[in-house]
C-alpha cells in the first residue's frame, strides 16, 4: 500500500513535470530568443533611425546654405555688376545681405576677362598699394604749395611762421582734400610747439570733416588723426581719453570703416597696441572698462583678419582654385560649390551659373557654418529623437560634440558631401540593456509570457501539492478504514465461533447458561450485520447506486423497535436510555430500513462516545412540516473543528484515546447521505468533556 502511493506521487510529480515545467521551460526559452530578437531589431531600427538622421542633418546644413545661396542671386538680380576695373568693389545692396549673413565671409565677381574680384565690405583690409592711385594733378599742385611750408617747418624751424603759412592757405582753399592735407602739418606743427591742446582739437577737427582723406595715397587721414591724438592725450597724462580714442578707433576699423592696405593695418594695430601698454598706469574704474571694451573689440578683429586673410588668399589664387571644378549640391542654386585647401587652409565657396558678364560667387564662413550645425540643426533634430553625436573633421580630429568614446553604443556615421566641409558626423546611441529591452519588447508580450509562465507555475505547484496530499490521507483513511473493519469483524465472529463451538461440543450444560450464550451469539451476529449494511450501504452511497423505498411509516414504532434492539445489545452496561416522543406524531414517508440505520448508528455512536456517561436521551419533535429527531449524549464531546468534519468519509475525529473506540468513520457519512436522499438535514452540537446532540430533521411528506 505504502509503495503504491508513492508510485502516485511520483506519477503526479511526473505530469506536473511533463504538462507545466517542461512547457514553461520552452516557452521561458521562446520569450528569451523573442527578446534576443527584438534587441536585434531595436538595435536595427535605431540603426536606421540614426542614419536617418544623419543625413536628415547633412540635408538641412545643405539646405541652411542653399538658402543663402537663393536670397544671395535675388541680391544679384537687383544690383548691377561691378566696375571692370577695380579689385574691391562697393554695393550697398550686397553690404548690407553680408552684414546679416554671418555664414558668409565674403562675396565676389569674375569678370569675363576671368579677373576676380572682391566686395570690399567683406574684407578688414586690402593688400598694399591697393589704393596707391592718388597721384593726380590735385596732388602735385598742393605738393607745390606746401613746399614753401615745409621750408618753414624743416629747414628754418620757424614753427611760428610755417603754421601762419599753412593757417592763412587753409582760410583761401576751398578745396578738401587740400585743407585736409594742410590741417595735418598744421597740428603736428603745433605739437612740435608743445601746443597739444591745440594739437588735439586739430586733429579732431580733422577725423570729424576729413576723416577718409588721403595724402599721398597713404592712410586715412581719420586713422592719422586718432593715433596722433591719443598719443598726445597720452603725452598730456589723460590716459582715459587716450584709451577712450584708441576704442574709437578700433570699433570703426571693424566696421572696415577705413580702406587699409596690410601695412597700414599693422601699423595701426602696432600703434593701438603701443597706447593701450603705456596706459597700464591708468588704475581708474573707466579705464578698465575702456580696456575691457578694447579687448572685446581686438578679439573680434582677430576673427575678422582671419576671414580677410581667407578671402585674400581665395583672390590671390583665385585662377588656379577656380580652375578645380566643384561638386554641385542636388538642391544648389549655385554653379557649383568647392570645398579645398588652399595653403593649408580650408575654403568653402560657391560660384553661381556664368552669364554674359560674368559670374558671381560666394565665400562661406566655415566656423559659423558648424556654428548653425551644432546650435540649430542638431539639436532640433535631437528633440525629436535623442542621441550622442560627434562632428569629427578628415574623419579624426574632433571638431565639436560629446568626447566620450562612442564606439560601444549603436553608431552610424554620415559623411559630408563633396562639396561641403569635410567632415563626418558620427550618431550614437547606447544599447538597451536586457531588462529594458525585456519591458519594451513587443509592447512587452514577452513579460506577460513570462507572468503566465510564473503564474502557471505557482498554480500548477499549488494543485499538484494539495492534490497529493488529498490522495494521502484518503489513502491513510481508506487503510486504516480497512484495518478497524477488519478488527471489528473479528471480535464479535470470534465470540461466536467460541460459543457455537461450546454448544455443538454440549460442553454447555446448564440450560439457563445456554440461553445467555444463544442471547450474545444473536446479539454479536446483529452487529455484524450492522456492520455489513453499513459497509454496503457506504459502496452502494458512494457508487449513486443505494435505491430508497419511501413509505408511510409510523416513525414512533419505528425508533421504539430500534430503541430496543440497541438497549438489548448494551442491556448490561447499565446505560439509562429516555425517550421521548410526543403523542400524537404524524406519520412519515420514509425508507423504513434507511432510517433504522440512521438511527442506530446515532445511537450506537452516543453510546461509544459516551466515556465515564451512562445516558442518553432520544427527543422526538413534531412541527408543521417536519420531525426532529434529538439523539443527546453526555459523553466525550466533539472539538469545533471537528465538528464539520465528522461527516467526511473514513473521518475519524478526535485523539488516540477516541480512536481507540471501535468504529470505520463511515457511520455519519451514511446518516448524512440518508437524510440527504429524504430530503432532510443533520446538525451536531456539541462541548468538549459535555457531550453531543445530533439533530435529524425530516419532512414529512419525504423528499
Ligand atoms: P466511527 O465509526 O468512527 O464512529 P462515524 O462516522 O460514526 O465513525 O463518526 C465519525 C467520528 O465522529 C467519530 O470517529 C467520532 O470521533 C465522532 N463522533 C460521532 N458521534 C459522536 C458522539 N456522539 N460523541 C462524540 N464524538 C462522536
Known amino acids: 500500500m505504502h509503495k503504491k502511493i508513492r508510485i502516485g506521487k511520483n506519477k503526479i510529480l511526473l505530469y506536473y513535470f511533463l504538462a507545466i515545467v517542461l512547457p514553461s521551460i520552452v516557452l521561458g526559452a521562446l520569450a528569451f530568443r523573442g527578446i534576443v530578437n527584438d534587441q536585434a531589431i531595436y538595435e536595427r531600427e535605431v540603426r536606421q533611425q540614426l542614419t536617418e538622421t544623419g543625413e536628415k542633418i547633412i540635408a538641412e546644413s545643405d539646405l541652411f546654405i542653399t538658402n543663402a545661396e537663393r536670397e544671395f542671386l535675388q541680391k544679384?538680380?537687383?544690383?548691377?555688376?561691378?566696375?571692370?576695373?577695380?579689385?574691391?568693389?562697393?554695393?550697398?545692396?550686397?553690404?548690407?545681405?553680408?552684414?546679416?549673413?554671418?555664414?558668409?565671409?565674403?562675396?565676389?565677381?569674375?569678370?569675363?576677362?576671368?579677373?576676380?574680384?572682391?566686395?570690399?565690405?567683406?574684407?578688414?583690409?586690402?593688400?598694399?598699394?591697393?589704393?596707391?592711385?592718388?597721384?593726380?594733378?590735385?596732388q602735385s599742385d598742393l605738393d607745390k604749395a606746401l613746399l614753401k611750408g615745409w621750408e618753414y617747418?624743416?629747414?628754418?624751424?620757424?614753427?611760428?611762421?610755417?603754421?601762419?603759412?599753412?593757417?592763412?592757405?587753409?582760410?583761401?582753399?576751398?578745396?578738401?582734400?587740400?585743407i585736409a592735407s594742410m590741417l595735418i602739418p598744421v597740428a603736428r606743427i603745433q605739437k612740435k610747439m608743445l601746443n597739444y591742446a591745440d594739437a588735439i582739437n586739430t586733429y579732431r577737427l580733422i577725423e570729424q570733416n576729413y576723416s577718409h582723406e588721403r595724402v599721398n595715397g597713404g592712410l586715412a587721414l581719420g586713422v592719422i588723426a586718432l593715433m596722433e591724438a591719443g598719443r598726445l592725450y597720452l603725452v598730456t597724462g589723460d590716459t582715459l581719453n587716450a584709451l577712450q580714442s584708441t576704442n574709437y578707433l578700433i570699433s570703426k576699423t571693424l566696421q572696415s570703416h577705413w580702406e587699409l592696405e596690410v601695412s597700414q593695418y599693422n601699423q595701426l594695430i602696432s600703434e593701438c597696441n603701443d597706447i593701450i601698454k603705456k596706459s597700464d598706469s591708468c588704475e581708474d574704474e573707466h579705464c578698465r572698462d575702456q580696456e575691457k571694451q578694447i579687448k572685446t573689440l581686438l578679439d573680434e578683429l582677430t576673427i575678422l583678419t582671419e576671414n580677410t586673410n581667407r578671402q585674400l588668399l581665395f583672390l590671390n589664387k583665385a585662377p588656379v582654385v577656380l580652375k578645380e571644378s566643384g561638386f554641385k549640391s542636388p538642391e544648389a542654386e549655385s554653379g557649383y560649390r568647392v570645398y579645398m585647401?588652399?595653403?593649408?587652409?580650408?575654403?568653402?565657396?560657391?560660384?553661381?551659373?556664368?552669364?554674359?558678364?560674368?559670374?558671381?560667387?560666394?565665400?562661406?564662413?566655415?566656423?559659423?557654418?558648424?556654428?548653425?550645425?551644432?546650435?540649430?540643426?542638431?539639436?532640433?533634430?535631437?528633440?525629436?529623437?535623442?542621441?550622442?553625436?560627434?562632428?569629427?573633421?578628415?574623419?579624426?580630429?574632433?571638431?565639436?560634440?560629446?568626447?566620450?568614446?562612442?564606439?560601444?553604443?549603436?553608431?552610424?556615421?554620415?559623411?559630408?558631401?563633396?562639396?561641403?566641409?569635410?567632415?563626418?558626423?558620427?550618431?550614437?546611441?547606447?544599447?538597451?540593456?536586457?531588462?529594458?529591452?525585456?519591458?519594451?519588447?513587443?509592447?512587452?508580450?514577452f513579460l506577460y509570457i513570462f507572468l503566465l509562465i510564473v503564474i502557471g507555475l505557482a498554480l500548477g505547484l499549488f494543485f499538484t501539492l494539495h492534490i497529493i496530499n488529498k490522495e494521502l490521507s484518503l489513502s491513510k483513511m481508506k487503510s486504516d478504514f480497512i484495518s478497524t473493519v477488519s478488527h471489528e469483524f473479528k471480535s464479535p465472529l470470534t465470540s461466536i465461533r467460541q460459543m457455537s463451538e461450546m454448544l455443538f461440543n454440549e460442553r454447555i450444560k446448564k440450560e439457563s447458561r445456554k440461553k445467555e450464550y444463544y442471547e450474545i451469539m444473536l446479539e454479536q451476529s446483529e452487529r455484524l450485520s450492522h456492520l455489513i449494511d453499513n459497509i454496503l450501504d457506504f459502496s452502494k452511497i458512494e457508487e449513486g447506486e443505494k435505491d430508497f423505498k419511501f413509505e408511510k411509516t409510523n416513525l414512533t414504532e419505528l425508533?421504539?423497535?430500534?430503541?430496543?434492539?440497541f438497549q438489548k445489545s448494551i442491556a448490561n452496561e447499565g446505560f439509562s436510555v429516555s425517550l421521548s416522543v410526543p403523542v400524537n406524531l404524524p406519520e412519515i414517508v420514509i425508507d423504513k430500513?434507511?432510517?433504522?440505520?440512521?438511527?442506530?448508528?446515532?445511537?450506537?455512536?452516543?453510546h461509544?462516545?459516551?466515556?465515564?456517561?451512562?445516558?442518553?436521551?432520544?427527543?422526538?419533535?413534531?412541527?408543521?412540516?417536519?420531525?426532529?429527531?434529538?439523539?443527546?449524549?453526555?459523553?466525550?464531546?466533539?472539538?469545533?473543528?471537528?465538528?464539520?468534519?465528522?461527516?467526511?468519509?473514513?473521518?475519524?475525529?478526535?485523539?488516540?484515546?477516541?480512536?481507540?473506540?471501535?468504529?470505520?468513520?463511515?457511520?455519519?457519512?451514511?446518516?448524512?447521505?440518508?437524510?440527504?436522499?429524504?430530503?432532510?438535514?443533520?446538525?451536531v452540537e456539541s462541548e468538549i468533556g459535555k457531550g453531543s446532540t445530533f439533530t435529524v430533521s425530516i419532512p414529512l411528506g419525504g423528499n
Open 76 to 138: 544679384t538680380e537687383i544690383t548691377g555688376k561691378p566696375p571692370a576695373v577695380t579689385i574691391f568693389f562697393e554695393d550697398s545692396i550686397l553690404t548690407e545681405f553680408l552684414q546679416e549673413k554671418p555664414e558668409i565671409d565674403g562675396i565676389f565677381y569674375i569678370q569675363p576677362s576671368g579677373r576676380v574680384q572682391l566686395l570690399k565690405s567683406g574684407v578688414l583690409y586690402f593688400p598694399d598699394r591697393t589704393f596707391n592711385r592718388l597721384n593726380s594733378n590735385t
Open 153 to 178: 617747418e624743416y629747414q628754418d624751424k620757424n614753427y611760428h611762421k610755417a603754421l601762419i603759412f599753412y593757417q592763412d592757405l587753409i582760410k583761401e582753399t576751398r578745396n578738401d582734400a587740400m
Open 341 to 445: 585647401n588652399v595653403e593649408g587652409k580650408p575654403i568653402n565657396f560657391s560660384v553661381f551659373p556664368e552669364s554674359v558678364d560674368g559670374q558671381w560667387g560666394v565665400i562661406y564662413n566655415l566656423s559659423q557654418f558648424l556654428n548653425h550645425l551644432t546650435q540649430t540643426v542638431i539639436p532640433a533634430e535631437k528633440e525629436k529623437f535623442d542621441f550622442q553625436w560627434q562632428l569629427l573633421k578628415e574623419g579624426r580630429e574632433l571638431l565639436s560634440g560629446s568626447p566620450e568614446n562612442l564606439s560601444g553604443d549603436i553608431r552610424t556615421m554620415s559623411v559630408f558631401p563633396a562639396y561641403m566641409p569635410s567632415w563626418s558626423l558620427i550618431l550614437a546611441k547606447k544599447p538597451p540593456g536586457i531588462i529594458t529591452a525585456f519591458f519594451s519588447a513587443s509592447q512587452g508580450i
Open 559 to 565: 425508533i421504539n423497535r430500534v430503541k430496543s434492539v
Open 593 to 606: 430500513e434507511a432510517i433504522q440505520q440512521v438511527l442506530y448508528n446515532l445511537f450506537d455512536n452516543a
Open 608 to 683: 461509544k462516545y459516551s466515556g465515564e456517561s451512562k445516558k442518553i436521551e432520544i427527543i422526538v419533535k413534531s412541527t408543521a412540516d417536519s420531525v426532529e429527531i434529538n439523539v443527546k449524549d453526555f459523553g466525550i464531546g466533539i472539538p469545533p473543528e471537528d465538528q464539520n468534519k465528522i461527516f467526511n468519509r473514513f473521518y475519524r475525529g478526535g485523539d488516540e484515546l477516541t480512536r481507540s473506540v471501535k468504529g470505520s468513520g463511515i457511520g455519519l457519512t451514511i446518516v448524512k447521505r440518508i437524510i440527504e436522499a429524504h430530503g432532510g438535514r443533520i446538525d
